[in-house]
């Protein structure tokens, strides 16, 4: 069975966003990122789409990113430092937090209840 294929909540990061987050080159993520995949026995092409970004110069390069769902995200990191899983984990803590449907409290409740 096909474990990547199947996104329940649509979230993904970036390998740019994971580069940034990691403080490592993107390229050296890019690898990371293929290396798992092969470790998996995973094709990871269905994750990579291209990117146009701006460079110095004002120039602008057309590069490869990929867009992880969290438990390959957390398999790649598992083999960083403490610090940089913390920062990955801590993102996908945003990010669902972001999508979690807030409750409102009681006394909200009451306010919107009342005509």
């Not at 590069?63 to 957390?74: A, D, F, H, Q, T």
């Not at 430092?81 to 920062?87: I, K, T, W, Y």
Request: charged share 25%.
């Amino acid at each position: 069975m096909n474990m990547l294929t199947a996104i329940p909540n649509g979230l993904t990061m970036s390998s740019l966003e994971i580069a940034e987050r990691t403080g490592k080159r993107h390229p050296d993520v890019k690898r990371d990122i293929r290396t798992m995949f092969a470790h998996l026995g995973e094709a990871g092409e269905q994750f990579c789409s291209t990117a146009w970004i701006d460079g110095p110069n004002h120039s602008r390069r057309n590069i490869g990113i990929y867009s992880l769902p969290k438990r390959e995200c957390l398999i790649l990191v598992s083999g960083y430092s403490v610090e940089l899983r913390a920062a990955i984990i801590d993102r996908w803590q945003e990010l669902e937090a972001q999508q979690a449907p807030r409750i409102p409290t009681h006394v909200e409740a009451l306010r919107m209840a009342r005509p």
